[in-house]
């Protein structure tokens, strides 16, 4: 199992930062890729539409001078996540942004495009297109996407419901391209799992919430250091996609979290008019990992604390 030539040699710690709805912001992707992993952010944060073209040209230029100044260090590539359902009226602008800006990584969700993937194919880019089962699995790779994320339990915000051991063992047992795991890593430890179970890098994304950069606010980012997998509550209730969310900003919005109705699938809306503003806002989004998060650090601590535990994890391995 290769990683494509956009990742080769580009990483100091297997990991791909999530994009995540609202925290994800370009000084976060910035200092990601500067600590040697891959940043990443949804288009549909940068609000209006024009801003990202705003956002992609920061991006790009910070990192370029940063390769300038520390030739022996480079920054990692970095992402743009495109929501690629019905509901998302941005998704060809979106696009062609990413093109203009020559985007080396494109996580797609919710719906495979053929175009889409053509699109970053035609300036060299790849896409990776997150799944939480094997049907899906299959129909992406079929549509052209060049690598998979298995979205399985524990994972924050839209999650799958299968045991990452299951979900991987399945898609291994025919792709044999980049996939990636996504679901309860938020140590180094995890990471090394990840990749034992047979996936090339591990997705992070709720223990980064709790980070300096992150465009959350201070009582959300607390909420992740205070709390642990069981304050997380699986529902469809929010989005119309089964998610997990933090118990307490649950009840803050005066809502039973053991009690919850389903919502319909059919009227799903993942905030390309900023309608579902609240769902993310102020229902916090989390993933069932956060109890390795003990303290708000900068991103750069973060990745540095993941690479001496993922360093202290193969040397156990490799003296056992």
Request: with cysteine; charged share 20%; hydrophobic share 45%.
């Amino acid at each position: 199992m290769a990683l494509p030539p956009i990742l080769q040699g580009k990483l100091r710690l297997p990991a791909v930062a999530a994009p995540m709805f609202i925290v994800s912001n370009p000084d976060l992707v910035i200092a990601q890729c500067k600590a040697g992993i891959v940043g990443s952010f949804p288009a549909l944060n940068a609000r209006p539409a024009e801003q990202l073209d705003v956002w992609l040209e920061k991006i790009t230029r910070e990192l370029a001078a940063w390769d300038a100044e520390n030739p022996d260090t480079p920054a990692a590539p970095f992402a743009v996540n495109q929501i690629v359902h019905g509901s998302n009226d941005r998704l060809q602008h979106d696009l062609e942004m990413c093109v203009k800006y020559k985007v080396p990584i494109v996580i797609t969700s919710l719906g495979a495009k053929e175009f889409v993937n053509e699109a970053v194919h035609s300036y060299g880019g790849i896409v990776l297109h997150d799944v939480i089962n094997n049907r899906f699995a299959h129909k992406a790779i079929e549509k052209g996407a060049d690598g998979l994320i298995a979205v399985a339990a524990g994972a924050g915000g839209h999650a799958g419901p299968l045991s990452p051991i299951a979900l991987i063992q399945e898609i291994r047992e025919w792709f044999d391209g980049p996939l990636l795991l996504s679901g309860s890593i938020a140590t180094g430890d995890a990471i090394l799992a990840a990749q034992a179970m047979g996936a090339d890098l591990g997705y992070i994304g709720s223990a980064f919430i709790a980070t300096v950069e992150a465009n959350a606010e201070h009582a959300y980012k607390q909420a992740i250091v205070d709390h642990g997998a069981a304050d997380i509550v699986y529902s469809n209730l929010f989005t119309g996609v089964h998610g997990n969310y933090l118990r307490p900003s649950i009840e803050a919005a005066g809502l039973d979290p053991d009690n919850l109705p389903q919502s319909d699938p059919s009227a799903m809306n993942f905030g390309s008019d900023g309608s579902d503003a609240k769902a993310w806002k102020d229902i916090w989004g989390c993933g069932q990992g956060i109890g390795a998060v003990k303290n708000i650090l900068p991103a750069a601590d973060l990745v540095a604390r993941l690479q001496r535990e993922y360093a202290a994890a193969r040397a156990r391995v490799l003296a056992s």
